[in-house]
């Protein structure tokens, strides 16, 4: 195997190819740990060190990191290490590392996104939501079932009643271009044209 290329990608971060190909990013200290260098022979020994020691361990490192800022589903998970120019082995170590600990289950995240929007989005928008996450239909569909029947999840008509007194709508003397307002507004956040219409028609 034939070191083909160094590119930095920072001051301190390099990304190199071998045969050609991108293999991994390293830091400058690593350059030189293991005396990689342009046109130079990498032999298996040294390349699978690399890979274990230093880009899974990374991998593993990089995603704990990003769970301490906020929760993240597997796909999000995923696409993150990928931005970072980790390969699918890295990820995949990575990703089962994480869930051997529990910090990534797709379950609990669904559960936890519900109840931080069940007063505020309606549950067709907060589906929407978790499928554009990565989250499978089956896994959402049990979660809001398990929130529906512990009644955990808000009432649509009570939504929306309360987000227009927030926004200080007034159904009796609204013009058409304040309603149209609202509706467009409730409409982005999940709920039924019908169960907004039924609503503006009621007296608060």
Request: net charge neutral; charged share 40%; glycine share 4%.
């Amino acid at each position: 195997m034939i070191v083909t290329d160094i590119t930095e990608l920072s001051k301190s971060k390099y990304k190199i190819f071998i045969d050609d190909e991108f293999a991994f990013v390293l830091y400058k200290g690593e350059l030189r740990q293991y005396r990689i260098k342009k046109d130079e022979q990498i032999d298996k020994e040294t390349y699978d060190e690399i890979i274990t020691k230093v880009i899974k361990k990374r991998a593993k490192l990089r995603a704990m990191h990003l769970l301490e800022k906020r929760p993240y589903s597997e796909r999000d998970m995923r696409n993150k290490l990928k931005e970072n120019l980790y390969d699918d082995e890295a990820i995949d170590e990575a990703i089962d590392y994480l869930k051997s600990f529990g910090y990534i289950d797709d379950h609990a995240y669904a559960s936890q996104y519900i109840d931080t929007y069940t007063q505020s989005r309606s549950a067709r928008r907060i589906e929407q939501d978790l499928l554009k996450k990565g989250i499978s239909k089956d896994v959402i569909e049990e979660v809001l079932n398990i929130k529906r029947d512990e009644g955990e999840l808000g009432d649509e008509e009570s939504m929306i009643r309360s987000l227009l007194i927030k926004r200080g709508f007034d159904p009796l003397n609204a013009d058409s271009k304040t309603i149209a307002k609202n509706v467009r507004f409730l409409y982005q956040k999940g709920f039924s044209s019908e169960t907004i219409a039924r609503v503006m028609r009621q007296d608060f």
